[in-house]
């Protein structure tokens, strides 16, 4: 009898062992679900705030042409986002910019809220979807979807900061919306040959 005892308790205790591994491996599952979950939501979050600015965008569109202030090239020409607002555009988004000294117009993305507007936007990294391990070429001319990560160029921020005195504003968001920036006076990116210093 005690050895049919001794034979179940050792069963109870095979069976206690497996459940523990199951628990474990559960445990272990559910972990792994609960941090594919934060990041779907990390990332539907992200969708979202890409689909808002996008929807912004096209409003920001549609707002222009119906105001019937869509121009044509030869109308105006900006220098910088700080001349189209002075002009009486006030909607964030892009517009073409004829910088003194460069070759082609550049398409920039102009933010026309954060502390008065008027701010040229160089670079802008949302998600991660643009890769900015570069070449010095990309980088002086530019690269990217400027209603998305992009990169202006130096070649055109070097001839935009030594036009007038500008100021550079840097800000951060995290993940989780938290949001800081610091101002500079008076930025001035050199030349090529001084490497764009």
């Not at 272990?28 to 979950?37: A, V």
């Not at 670079?123 to 001319?141: C, D, L, P």
Request: proline content about 1%.
């Amino acid at each position: 009898m005690e050895t049919k005892h001794l034979k179940e308790l050792e069963n109870i205790r095979t069976e206690k062992d497996h459940l523990q591994q199951l628990v474990s491996h559960q445990s272990n599952t559910i972990e792994g679900l609960e941090k594919s979950l934060h990041v779907a939501s990390s990332n539907a979050s992200l969708l979202q705030q890409q689909q808002l600015q996008l929807l912004e965008s096209v409003q920001n569109l549609v707002s222009l042409v119906s105001q019937g202030k869509v121009l044509k090239k030869e109308e105006q020409l900006f220098q910088d986002c700080m001349d189209i607002l002075q002009s009486g555009f006030n909607l964030s988004g892009v517009y073409t910019l004829h910088i003194n000294n460069l070759t082609e117009p550049k398409k920039a993305f102009c933010d026309m809220e954060t502390d008065g507007g008027g701010w040229t936007v160089i670079q802008r990294r949302i998600n991660g979807s643009v890769s900015f391990q570069k070449t010095w070429k990309e980088y002086k001319q530019g690269f990217g979807a400027v209603a998305g990560e992009f990169w202006l160029g130096n070649q055109a921020v070097h001839l935009l900061t030594n036009q007038a005195a500008y100021a550079l504003r840097v800000e951060l968001l995290d993940w989780e919306g938290n949001q800081a920036y610091a101002q500079y006076d008076k930025v001035r990116l050199a030349g090529e040959r001084q490497r764009y210093r």
